[in-house]
């Protein structure tokens, strides 16, 4: 395939990495255990996101280097904007 689909791959799995992330910290908000919820959401994602990498590159015609680095943008884009929305709700 061409490295447009790669791409477009990358940013929906990177999309996919941000929602589930807004979905776990809405989920521990407001209990008492916020940090072990967080981390642990933080570990299971991160164990997916890297299955589901090693699937597409493996067994999807993309381009692996477009195709990761593309899902690694969008995974820095959502843990910087998880890291200012987390700081501006504590303050």
């Not at 299971?44 to 990761?68: E, G, T």
Request: charge should be positive; hydrophobic fraction near 65%.
């Amino acid at each position: 395939m061409n490295s447009a689909w790669s791409i477009g791959a990358g940013v929906l799995l990177g999309l996919s990495y941000i929602v589930a992330n807004i979905i776990v910290v809405k989920i521990a908000e407001n209990r008492s255990k916020f940090v072990p919820i967080v981390l642990g959401g933080m570990l299971l994602r991160m164990l997916v996101a890297l299955i589901l990498l090693i699937i597409v590159i493996q067994f999807f015609p993309v381009v692996p280097q477009a195709f990761s680095g593309v899902f690694l943008l969008m995974v820095f884009l959502g843990i910087f904007s998880e890291i200012l929305w987390l700081t501006r709700r504590n303050c």
